[in-house]
């Protein structure tokens, strides 16, 4: 069955230039671009005064991040003209190990969206991530053999690069051995360490938030990945890449974007569509967000339109608002005017669907498991500074005979961290400031690395009341009060993601983040993913884990007493 | 052992630029580029003054046609600065078969210069082709394993990808399916045929001769190799293509280069140094020779002065000389202002040594095989054309009473092709004008692509006389007056290489030229060249081959006699 798509003008990303050609189609491929007329198709449409250029590639995303399943991601991200992109499914495999990326792979299966793999480098991420598994070389081996997957996630882990660690080395050299390609991620690294760091074989990275950081690696041979997500945004500082020499060196991604930016933002077509505002060539910004990505990630024929290339077509109408129409997907219709025509889910097996829907490996809670044992006043809080990651370490007088030390006017509250893929009964207990919450407690099952169970409260009884919701709904976030449940988004794929729709997600996710304001939470932060990063404890300088708490700029447990 | 080349200026293929830094070495490898000093290295060496760039790499040779053999043509090569080559060993393919290809990669096993091999894709080119061997897919699939074959070498049976030859298709879909390239060679094709012919996955073209060509291609997603040999010479035709957009999709290879050439001209050198004389970028030139054929081929880590990659590394004098002083092969030194350092030669191994050394299987003739039975008086020529490959059909009037048709006035000359690899006894004998020897008779076993013995003559005795001498030497060219061997070069491997030095080669090439102008051949033409594509029946309009006349135009056999 021939498709004939005539009298659009067709975005040629070998020589960025706009070209008039008619596009023939067989099956899932591109057999002609030119002088085609409609004896040669069975079916022919009309595209005049239209722009057809390839579908857009997202070289760096983590799936879990949108709190989506790979179906729904693609409902959102198809009409963006997304056709393709490259996950890193790093937080199920924290959780859910090599059950999780074969769930990711499965979900993904014979989707309109292609979906491509990068195994997790790093799981866990440090020593004091008490995770659902951990992935050495010999788990990551087998899976290399997949279709999709295509090389070895990013290598987070730089000190151990820099410091020939023998297990991340072993999983670097088994990637190369194999032909794959390894992602970077080391911020701020320069000089002779970002040297060791791409010679040991890392050929991009999408840390870099400033443009010196992008060119000295460009100009050591690294690709740049330019990204814009929600919370990081990297696209102003970098747009001098979209010009010459660097353009030829980047890629367009967005690591991590919440649904409900992709639903008022868009996707990748929402990064051109800034770089082009701000008079960067859109032929240019294409070029990036499709061949290159394409090319760098070793995916033959994809990204373009031309003979032999996969039909992931994208039919706009102008170079200035990027607006997608419609989406061809391996030839067939996935988007029209911008409505996503039904694909069928892909069947998950049953044994790795019960491996991520049953996530939860944890006894019921007590008020009493949040109850701590005072041995002095001095106590070392986490403080929160609106707008970022970093936390402050603040040393203050607890008076543990009032609410076990937890002091709402002062604005310190209770936070845990407990340990729910082994029902270890490991937790971390101590106190947090800048929440601001005067009542009530939330709690939530994504916290960066490890996704155990994270809790916020002003009194144990609703902290248990909380957390047990968690893990009665096999993860979510959760608001509760007066041990009432105010509102929740439940998240039981693995405790990180929902089945429903986007909209549908980022209406529950308004709901929780309304309720916790309204429970006193200060305007000024945004307290579900504040949390999710209070027990990561690779951004400075004190973090909560399941171990108790972590000083990071020294890198070792300190005790929640300053004696 | 660690190299530090220290204070020279460094062509950056990532960024065009040129940037003063320090490159440290470590065995094979780049480990930095940047600020590193004395105390990071056991040897210093200070290159003020000088450039470094990376080493240049032929993306498309056939070394047969250089007549040495893969370390011979290392020593020729390196001084010029060529530091890998991607070979089609098509010509030892058709004498030799697997083993021939064997012979290629172990002849070339460990030397300085990298060699990467495509595999030959048209063993036999055509059917009138009588081989050593004929190769389909089954004969070639064990060797893609082989770490140094990228692919399948130039597909010059397009019109069997026109017409989906299963067998044609078969061998595509192979490479592909272990993700490995497919080499084009389609001389003129365009429009429809040349849509087909990409869309079938052959993503390259060598034979583009004009710039409409190359920009067809180019848009149409193939790479374009600016070829510049000693025969065909695109280079000048194709300038536009150092510019923008068309570099990035551009590479540059010899194809066909003797071995004069590369010791008066030069190698990759030569192309780079005649565009920079046209008024090209030095850098951009440096670029397609050595980063983009890399990426083009897959070769990681290879092509440019970056942490991680192989130290291929050129010291030149300046950007517009493109002189070479010294050339790092793998971090090693293999030429010190201008003198190839002396390396090891390759063990290649008895069986295939023996194969490739006796590959002529022919009982001797006399001069009674060179006998034509006559049919009748008018009869088919062969004519040549100064300067050209092309040949003409000239219809004569033959007498065959007097020395058997040959005519010395009239420049009537005799043709014989001799199957000379199974003993089949097949052989071609005709006539043939504008050669313009007056005595003597010349032969050689280099007759594209089947490279069967043809031998020219004034008489039969001289034809006999030449002929066994080229089966004695097991091959070569050979010039003989009055029974005796007035000039030879000796081609003992597979009947086309030497294992002789390119001066060498280059001498007795001159001398055997020589004594067939002394023999009375026109000056206008380039008598074994000419003679050796007079039986390759692709080119128009008459040629010669072990089964008789061909008609090329309507490929099919003709008789001798015109009734």
């Given at each position: 069955m021939k498709l004939l798509l005539k009298n659009a003008q067709i975005v040629n990303v070998f020589t960025d230039r706009l070209e008039t050609a008619n596009?023939?189609?067989?099956?899932?491929?591109?057999?002609?671009?030119?002088?085609?007329?409609?004896?040669?198709?069975?079916?022919?449409?009309?595209?005049?005064?239209?722009?057809?250029?390839?579908?857009?590639?997202?070289?760096?995303?983590?799936?879990?991040?949108?709190?989506?399943?790979?179906?729904?991601?693609?409902?959102?991200?198809?009409?963006?003209?997304?056709?393709?992109?490259?996950?890193?499914?790093?937080?199920?495999?924290?959780?859910?190990?090599?059950?999780?990326?074969?769930?990711?792979?499965?979900?993904?299966?014979?989707?309109?969206?292609?979906?491509?793999?990068?195994?997790?480098?790093?799981?866990?991420?440090?020593?004091?991530?008490?995770?659902?598994?951990?992935?050495?070389?010999?788990?990551?081996?087998?899976?290399?053999?997949?279709?999709?997957?295509?090389?070895?996630?990013?290598?987070?882990?730089?000190?151990?690069?820099?410091?020939?660690?023998?297990?991340?080395?072993?999983?670097?050299?088994?990637?190369?051995?194999?032909?794959?390609?390894?992602?970077?991620?080391?911020?701020?690294?320069?000089?002779?360490?970002?040297?060791?760091?791409?010679?040991?074989?890392?050929?991009?990275?999408?840390?870099?938030?400033?443009?010196?950081?992008?060119?000295?690696?460009?100009?050591?041979?690294?690709?740049?990945?330019?990204?814009?997500?929600?919370?990081?945004?990297?696209?102003?500082?970098?747009?001098?890449?979209?010009?010459?020499?660097?353009?030829?060196?980047?890629?367009?991604?967005?690591?991590?974007?919440?649904?409900?930016?992709?639903?008022?933002?868009?996707?990748?077509?929402?990064?051109?569509?800034?770089?082009?505002?701000?008079?960067?060539?859109?032929?240019?910004?294409?070029?990036?967000?499709?061949?290159?990505?394409?090319?760098?990630?070793?995916?033959?024929s994809v990204g373009a339109v031309a003979p032999g290339y996969r039909a992931d077509l994208l039919v706009l109408d102008d170079l200035e608002t990027v607006k997608v129409c419609d989406v061809y997907c391996g030839g067939r219709l996935a988007v029209s005017e911008g409505k996503v025509i039904d694909f069928k889910k892909p069947e998950i097996r049953s044994d790795i669907r019960k491996t991520v829907r049953n996530s939860f490996y944890l006894d019921e809670l007590s008020p009493a498991d949040f109850y701590i044992e005072s041995e002095g006043s001095r106590c070392r809080l986490i403080k929160i500074t609106p707008g970022q990651l970093l936390t402050d370490e603040w040393i203050a007088e607890i008076d543990f005979n009032r609410a076990n030390g937890i002091d709402i006017k002062r604005d310190i509250l209770k936070l845990a961290v407990i340990e729910r893929h082994l029902n270890t009964g490991h937790k971390g207990i101590g106190f947090i400031s800048g929440i601001g919450m005067k009542k009530g407690a939330i709690a939530s099952s994504v916290s960066h690395d490890a996704h155990n169970l994270i809790v916020i409260g002003t009194n144990d009884e609703d902290m248990a009341a909380a957390a047990n919701r968690i893990r009665a709904m096999g993860g979510g976030n959760v608001v509760v009060s007066e041990g009432k449940i105010i509102a929740e988004m439940p998240l039981p794929e693995a405790g990180l993601m929902s089945d429903l729709s986007a909209a549908e997600i980022a209406a529950q996710n308004e709901e929780v983040r309304m309720a916790v304001h309204k429970l006193g939470a200060s305007a000024e932060i945004e307290p579900f993913m504040n949390m999710a990063f209070l027990s990561l404890p690779v951004i400075p300088s004190l973090k909560m884990t399941t171990l108790g708490l972590v000083d990071v700029n020294r890198q070792r447990l300190v005790s929640l007493f300053e004696k």
């Open positions: 596009v023939l189609i067989d099956g899932e491929k591109i057999i002609g671009v030119g002088e085609y007329n409609d004896t040669d198709a069975d079916i022919v449409r009309d595209l005049s005064g239209k722009i057809i250029c390839p579908g857009f590639i997202d070289g760096h995303i983590h799936v879990e991040s949108t709190m989506l399943t790979p179906p729904e991601l693609a409902r959102v991200c198809l009409p963006c003209g997304t056709t393709a992109i490259v996950a890193d499914p790093h937080e199920i495999a924290n959780v859910c190990g090599f059950s999780g990326i074969v769930y990711m792979l499965e979900a993904s299966e014979d989707l309109p969206l292609s979906v491509y793999i990068m195994l997790p480098s790093c799981v866990p991420s440090t020593p004091f991530d008490e995770t659902g598994a951990v992935m050495e070389a010999e788990e990551l081996r087998v899976l290399y053999s997949h279709p999709r997957v295509l090389g070895l996630g990013e290598m987070m882990n730089y000190p151990g690069v820099l410091a020939d660690d023998p297990k991340v080395m072993q999983k670097i050299s088994e990637a190369h051995e194999l032909g794959k390609l390894v992602n970077g991620h080391a911020p701020l690294l320069g000089g002779r360490g970002l040297d060791k760091y791409i010679a040991a074989g890392i050929s991009d990275d999408h840390e870099c938030s400033t443009i010196d950081e992008a060119v000295e690696r460009i100009s050591k041979g690294q690709h740049v990945m330019i990204r814009q997500g929600t919370a990081a945004k990297n696209l102003e500082a970098l747009l001098p890449l979209f010009d010459e020499p660097w353009s030829r060196r980047c890629i367009l991604v967005t690591d991590d974007r919440h649904p409900a930016d992709l639903i008022s933002e868009g996707h990748i077509d929402n990064i051109i569509r800034s770089a082009v505002k701000a008079g960067k060539s859109p032929l240019t910004a294409i070029r990036m967000a499709s061949l290159q990505t394409a090319e760098y990630f070793g995916l033959k």
